[in-house]
């Protein structure tokens, strides 16, 4: 389907036909274009292309068979100064391509031009040293999900594919590190009985590695370095390259869908594997430089937005209809749920570089009922000129919230004023999202992400510490806003080690708990590690991979994990849809029983004061959530000693029981507590109680006729 505005693109691509296959490119500006196909025997044979109508070029070929291996050469001027680099001894990609057999060899003739001379053409084939673009046929989607669940039911599960099954001693050996591996029974079972809803993939378009990182003797291990947009990452596949990858990913999101997980991709439009113009040209450089990137006033030099030399020209008609076409692909033909869009704000720039919210691609998105239910994530920056875009992307985008990630370890570290901040990133963060068509379900509430520390690493470490990278410690984000508690590193010490594991607890129980989408990392529920590495995306190593060898400690604290986000999804109060106004709770039957959707408790008074709000030095915040039903106050404390409290009186409850906390067992009392009780509030922990609430006016008012005058706390 095309929408309304978009050029058609049908013919691009290699499609099976009866009498073989048909191949169509577009390269606007080219002077010829051979298609090449290369036999068993790795011989070429070239095939010149007709050009016609756009830019598009096409060839049919009869006798030509799913797993033919293919590719293009394309002729035009070079002539960098017009972003015109184009070199017939370069064999390239389709942009199209289904699937990418081989990798890159960085000692060929990778580049399009004389080493240490970006404007003198190289005539050397690179045959040989690029990888090639495989036939596919066309095979059903997977299964569908059972339900797809709307975003205040969804926890979002990132995880890299490969590095969750390398280790898992339940997954055959052959079987671990690939779709296949991940698909495996052991995996599923793991992620139902966690309660995650959606796993979220570090990238699986096809990649490659950077240069650099391959003369290290490292590779690409995260996937940010797209090769191919429609090509599932060969090397994840179980047995083979040709084509198999797609049957293998598919497999992999019927056996995830049937047990009702959906299947998130994260995706890198914002640039390619290529890199700069110094870089190698693999696909898109040699089919129309000026065409598929973003160029300098001077067009000699990419306009790079996104920190990895070039940034996708989605500007251009043609190259933002191969992204969608890319996006309904993974989702008509690929069976997935929903993307996360890496480096978002590059994918809505105009012809001039500058931001626009209102860009086409986001309103092709939203007319495109393919893409109905479709889960839209964003990481709302990148590099370039007002790139950070926060609370900008509107209806039907959920964004990465940094500032809940910041304030958030801020906090459990002791670095915040009060807790005024903390209270806004708990509700939602209205300050950035609660405008009109928004709701808290637009903040994507994280900790930890891929990049970065792990969770345990957060609370064991003061500084990165990243020279296995092999760049002198110089790479990787020195603001981690961490805490080693003590120690750097791993320590014997059972004190630290306790706390730290409390503080890993804190940090979960804060974005389960908090109004939005809550977003784990993988393993960072049973303490996984890298050593105080912050930027492992080099390292195909143990140092990334996930051990399941998890101690007794930790195995509690997944446990525990596993225990709130069971009774997040188990109340509909906890997982808010619309941000909390102050507003009356009604009863069934329209009474009004006195108490609020939302509210701030200081532990002793009831509601938060003026003055409590603007006490520096408060560490202690309790939040309170109630419908009709049911209600629930939540209390925090960062603070280094215990603090004590009161438990507030109607119209916030009548009695109070401990369902959750990350302290000691020892340190809070077992049993219905009524209002009124005091308590002393742990030490850096968090405690969650389930407050009986009356239902009724009748049952409000006789409970009131109960209650000693001193304990009652009406609304303020």
């Not at 994530?377 to 990630?405: K, L, M, S, T």
């Not at 009131?704 to 303020?716: D, V």
Request: proline letters at 7%; glycine letters at 10%.
């Amino acid at each position: 389907m095309t929408t309304r505005d978009e050029p058609d693109t049908s013919a691009l691509g290699a499609r099976l036909t009866p009498e073989g296959a048909a191949f169509g490119l577009w390269a606007p500006r080219a002077t010829a274009v051979d298609l090449v196909l290369i036999d068993a025997l790795n011989e070429q044979t070239r095939l010149p292309m007709t050009g016609g109508q756009a830019g598009i070029w096409t060839v049919e070929v009869p006798g030509i068979s799913a797993g033919q291996l293919y590719g293009f050469r394309v002729d035009g001027p070079w002539d960098p100064s017009s972003g015109s680099r184009f070199n017939p001894a370069r064999l390239l990609l389709d942009p199209y391509a289904r699937a990418i057999a081989g990798g890159v060899d960085f000692r060929g003739p990778i580049l399009d031009h004389v080493a240490g001379d970006p404007y003198t053409r190289n005539e050397a084939d690179s045959f040989g040293a690029v990888p090639l673009s495989v036939v596919v046929s066309e095979t059903p989607p997977p299964t569908p999900v059972k339900r797809r669940r709307p975003m205040s039911e969804t926890i979002l599960y990132e995880t890299h594919l490969a590095g969750f099954t390398k280790r898992h001693p339940g997954v055959p050996d052959h079987l671990r590190g690939s779709y296949l591996g991940m698909a495996d029974p052991a995996v599923i079972d793991y992620l139902l009985e966690l309660g995650v809803t959606a796993v979220e993939f570090l990238p699986l378009h096809h990649f490659v590695s950077e240069p650099f990182i391959a003369e290290k003797g490292l590779r690409n291990y995260w996937g940010y370095n797209t090769l191919g947009f429609f090509a599932p990452h060969a090397f994840y596949a179980s047995l083979g390259t040709v084509g198999n990858q797609v049957s293998d990913f598919k497999y992999m999101v019927s056996k995830l869908h049937e047990a009702g997980l959906e299947v998130i991709l994260d995706v890198v439009y914002n640039h390619t594997g290529e890199g700069g113009h110094e870089g190698p040209t693999l696909s898109m450089r040699g089919i129309d430089h000026d065409a598929y990137y973003r160029l300098t006033n001077d067009r000699r030099n990419d306009y790079d937005v996104t920190g990895c030399g070039n940034s996708v020209n989605t500007a251009h008609p043609m190259v933002l209809k191969l992204v969608l076409d890319s996006m309904r692909y993974w989702v008509r033909e690929m069976g997935v749920d929903g993307f996360r869009f890496d480096l978002a704000t590059t994918l809505v720039r105009d012809e001039h570089h500058r931001v626009d919210q209102s860009h086409p691609f986001k309103r092709l998105v939203a007319e495109d009922p393919t893409f109905d239910g479709i889960k839209m994530i964003v990481e709302p920056w990148d590099i370039g000129p007002y790139g950070y875009q926060v609370g900008a992307f509107g209806h039907g985008w959920h964004e990465w919230n940094d500032r809940f990630r910041d304030h958030v370890r801020d906090y459990w570290r002791g670095s915040v004023h009060g807790v005024q901040e903390l209270a806004t990133r708990l509700a939602g963060s209205p300050d950035i999202f609660d405008q009109p068509g928004r709701s808290p379900q637009s903040s994507i509430n994280f900790v930890t992400a891929h990049d970065g520390f792990t969770l345990r690493d957060l609370v064991s470490y003061d500084v990165k510490h990243n020279l296995d990278n092999g760049e002198a410690n110089r790479d990787g984000n020195d603001n981690n806003r961490s805490w080693n508690h003590g120690w750097e590193g791993e320590t014997d010490d059972p004190s630290i080690n306790a706390l730290r594991r409390r503080q890993v607890l804190n940090f979960h129980a804060t974005q389960i708990l908090a109004a939005g989408i809550p977003m784990l990392t993988a393993g960072d529920e049973f303490g996984r590690t890298q050593k105080g590495n912050n930027n492992a995306y080099c390292q195909d190593a143990p140092i990334s991979w996930v051990d399941w060898d998890i101690p007794p400690e930790w195995e509690d604290v997944r446990k525990r994990v596993a225990d709130l986000i069971a009774l997040r999804q188990g109340h509909g109060v906890l997982r808010p849809t619309d941000f909390g106004y102050h507003t009356e709770v009604l009863s069934e039957h329209g009474e009004n029983l006195q108490r609020v959707d939302f509210a701030w408790l200081d532990g002793h008074y009831g509601v938060m004061t003026d003055q409590a709000w603007h006490d520096g030095a408060r560490r202690l915040l309790g939040m309170y959530v109630s419908d009709a039903a049911e209600a629930f106050v939540t209390w925090f404390n960062s603070a280094a000693n215990p603090v004590p409290l009161v438990l507030p009186g109607l119209p916030w409850g009548y009695a109070f029981e401990v369902v959750w906390h990350s302290a000691d067992d020892t340190e809070l009392p077992e049993g219905v507590l009524p209002s009124g009780s005091e308590l002393t509030m742990p030490a850096r922990s968090v405690v969650m109680m389930r407050a009986k609430v009356p239902t009724s006016a009748a049952e409000l008012l006789a409970l009131h006729a109960e209650e000693e005058p001193s304990s009652i706390n009406l609304l303020s």
